[in-house]
């Protein structure tokens, strides 16, 4: 294993020549900005932020954070307004745009490199007002404690962790943040540490000191904010990635760990698919991301309360016009009847209810061997794409986020996975009938 990080730690800083062109994009950036703000009493100072401040960042996916940090008295709409005029004034020959976290802010592209231009307040420690706040601090924090090897190690992790696909914090990826990697360096030391600590951690185990209990997989505390635990943000699945990449690594190292593998596709499931598509007005992608995962997990509960079993779901979106709601059916077809069951004979009420209400519409009633009495129905769909459809066209309130609801009127479409789709639709799609690259590594 030590020759493997070896190896990967030989390639994971930056060259001098990227990390030169880095520092003029960002000193650049940082003296528009600062010429900006002198128009705004509201403003206290500007700072980098972010993996370029703490030097963690990796060559090719350094975005450049820098703060603008308001008087703590300010309105929230007015941090906003003031915080977006600074951003779309100082980056205005580079197309900004706003992105949404908790507040607006502006994000633009220099030469492939992301420029974030965040508010947030001047606020002493554990007085947070936004969840920008803490921003500042991380920085101060991780600039102090983490070594130079320290750094490189950080790298290492991140390098792992795009690689098994589970790099990110944003709401579409509900992956491993930047800082949440720098937090577990610190913790253990190096990446050989964390990988030998993580194949045995336990279900709900706090990695840091909190007085606070969490319901979450693992618990990762902010050294900043004991009340706060980053792995909220993360998902279960991502979680378990991470502790069986840990596993299958320290089991079998290989530089194959830190190289992107291609997932296994079963072909044979392409008809078990059935795909929600709808084009939607451009919006930001964390409010679009969120609101398809929210109408994907509502629609795979109302495809089961219709009787069909939904093995995996997925919500895709190019984020420009284009949503995906994709349901790995067990099958798109099911039974004409099914049991219902209802109480048992020795609850009187309960069991005379039943039997009178459904002995007119039912094919056949009788009590089961566990004593409850039961009714066989007759299910009003049996496909699922009709289901779908009608109940989209009947039930859209029930059915989709109220964010939604003009995109969808202005159609949809519903289809089963056996029809053409463009290539990287496609490979999107797929992940749900695929062995993830992750489990491979196992093989």
Known sequence: ?????SKISKTTIPSKIIQKSKKEIADKVYKLVEKEIQKYSEVVELEFGGSYAKDTWLSKNADIDIFIK????????????????????????????????????????????????VPCYDVKIGEWKSAADRSPFHTKFMKKSLTIKMRNEVRILKTFLKSNKIYGAEIAKQGFSGYISEVLILQYGSFENLIKSIIKIKEKQIIGKTSKS??????????????????AAISNEN???????????????????FKNKKSKISNKFWNNLLIVKFEFKIRSPDIIWGQIKRATSTLSTQLELGGFTVVRSKAHTDEQRDAYLIFFLESTIISEIYQKKGPEFFRNDGSHSFISKNLKDSELVWIGNDGKIISLEKR???????????????????????GLHSDFKRGCKVFLG?????KSIKEEISEVISVDGTLLHFN
């Open 1 to 5: 294993m030590k020759q493997i990080i």
């Open 70 to 117: 308001f008087k703590k008295n300010i309105s929230e709409e007015k941090l906003e307004n003031i915080s977006k005029k600074i951003g779309f004034e100082s980056l205005k020959k580079y197309s900004p745009y706003v992105r949404y976290s908790q507040h607006p802010y502006v994000e633009a592209k220099i030469k492939d490199t992301k420029i974030n231009i």
């Open 214 to 231: 969490f319901d979450t997989a693992i618990v990762v505390i902010d050294p900043i904010d004991s009340n706060r635990n980053l792995a």
């Open 239 to 257: 979680i378990g990635k991470f502790i069986l990449s840990c596993r299958a690594f320290k089991n079998k190292p290989s530089l194959e760990f």
């Open 380 to 402: 009003k769909h049996v496909n699922a794409e009709k289901f779908m459809k009608e109940f989209l066209e009947k039930n859209l309130n029930v059915g989709i986020p109220k």
């Open 418 to 422: 056996n029809k053409t789709l463009s």
